[in-house]
């Protein structure tokens, strides 16, 4: 099965947003075995609503139309598209009484227009939308099949994973065609991870083993095709196996939504250890990112921004000799950053980042040098020297630099 | 003229990555009046680069195919898009020396394969590549353009903005017609501000004025057409300056590249103020925020991220009583914060955040209720109640919480 994605919305033609819809439905697609050949994006003209539909009907076999499922007059995708199949819309009652009965609290007279969002496709399904109002629709036409979904984000996310995804595998078959895992790896370059990972293709050849460069990750899939589930889980299982047998350096979770910060939260609860931070060229971003987990606070009571060296003595008690006769930008003084604030928060771990953001170099170095310091209570303190790139600017560096410390954090709890 | 953008590579078509080349060329090319209404993305397959080029040379002015002309086997967009324009390859030897010059250092024998990186379409004109190897190309063909750009980010900003563009207003005039200018506003919902800007639009009709949600702030644009130069800076400066009387609470900036964090380093510079922070549920964000602006040490020495309680009265003195009687999400608590950090660091303004990210209620306050404090030396603290959104998640209110401190800020000091 093949598929094509439309998007529709004058927004994103123009670009003034970004369209992540399409990048989300691929990739569920591509993880269900259906190969994304064609996305077309047009504005919400309804006669290019209406060439887009046919035009992607004539070459793929699976065809989404995204967005323009509003209440008002130029939300027209529902009616374009059933003009393009040569249907009409038919309406859900049910769901209209429910839509007026939701927006009477807040409008007195709901206006009539607002009853396109309880239509659908006459002669195919209704979907559910999960948070918003809007219906979406799934039509079967000549062995082809059309989806209509909403172009809010949120709304979008939640009517592909719980309504569209599971009637395709289940009426399409697309899911017994493939089982697949992602595993994720940071601070390797992908060409070695790469490399790294041969002898695991070559002891699992049925097993398919791709990589994905993300911004702050590589994510490496395994995909399996053509085996039963018990098959597939053992020989995924076993790959993966093999291969935290040889990434020792660079692995940090198996599944989806997995991330670094995650990762190392989950592991400080596990052992009732409590961290902080002292940060330099990050300015707290360390920190916040702790902080995007929920639960944070089970691990983390507060810390430091001690971006100017007077204040790194201040707040916790660099000794000032340090930094003159090191530099701010060392070991040592990435060091006594982590060991001064894990002492004076009184927690387990302290982690120090001092290093150069750029675009300019400071005393000497250039935009992208960094140092790592990493205290656990009982251990000897470790410094780790970073060179990172720095030609996508200075929130890239800072960025590279808090991942680089949670991946320190993270070999140091494994 | 109209436009199609034409995106080309396997990742994009699969869902591995976003296509933010596309927004970025959209946005270029409507601020020029260049009107895009079909964006299309295909694969690496030769033959789909080739159909994609054609079809949209059946409907639009302007195309733009973007992507695929690396050193490798799989780049086949140049040969391709040549073919669909019945032309050829034409191979510039200058830059073709240039890179093997370049990679000799590294590379013993350049491939003779990396020769396509030099190659444009014969008959049209190369565009040369700021940052990076692969040329670009222009091509007209029957009252039509065909532009063909490089898929790395940065290269294809650096070839669009300081290549494509120049060419383009300069050949087809794009530029002549339109001036516009931007400005930006945060802490009011669109539909009030777009309301509060009327008798703008009523006494300056020739200036058309639209807003553009983003993330974390409402672009509104003023664009005058079919005028010289002088008339219409004097209409924009005349529609600008009515708005900034009207808009007082909302407005940050005008011009392209605009943050709140920029214009709020940029005023503290300014005056000579130093800014620090205590931050509890955005636990860093604040402060790192400042710190994406360059040169922000001027004006930034340090601050803390006081995310549990008993910490607000270790680091920066919070009596615990407050805490105890007003609970941590509180106006008293944001501003002992406030007053707490500016004391400590010894700076002029303090800041102060506390409240809840979610996704759990706090004290009996449901997740988006957040207290700001703001103690500015001199003169009486304040204090901000937030009833944020929380149903995109604690992220965005984490992020809401630091956009809004910043604007309060912004205010003080204006």
Redesign the interface.
Known sequence: MNAEIVTIGT??????????N?????????RAGV?????????D?PS?IVQATR?ALSRSDLVCVCGGLGPTADDTTMAAVADALGTSLALNDEHWQAIKQSLKPRIEDVPAENVRQAMYLKGGQWLPNPVGMALGALYEHNNQVVAVLPGPP?EFKAMVTQELMPRLNKQYGTEKAIFSRTLHFFGRPESLLMDDLKPVMEKWPQVVITS?VQPLEIQVRLTIHGVNEMTAKQQLDGAQADIAKIETGAFFGAGEGITLAGAVVEMLKKRSLHITAA?S????????T???V?G??NI?????????A???E??IGVPSATVDEHGVVSSATAAAMAEGCRDT?GADIGVGLTGV????ALEGQPAGTVWLGLAVKGQETQTKLLHLLA??G??SV?EQAVQSALMMVYQSLK
Chains 1, 2 share one sequence.
């Open positions: 927004e994103i033609a123009l670009g003034q947003i970004t369209n992540t399409a990048q989300f439905l691929a990739d569920q697609l591509s190969e994304v050949r064609w996305q077309t994006t047009t504005d003209e290019r035009h949120r994905y940060e060229l990050t300015a707290g971003m360390f920190q916040s702790i902080c995007t929920p944070a606070s983390f009571d507060g810390g430091f921004v001690t971006y100017a007077e204040q790194k201040k707040m928060v953001a750029g675009p300019d030609h996508n200075r929130q800072r």
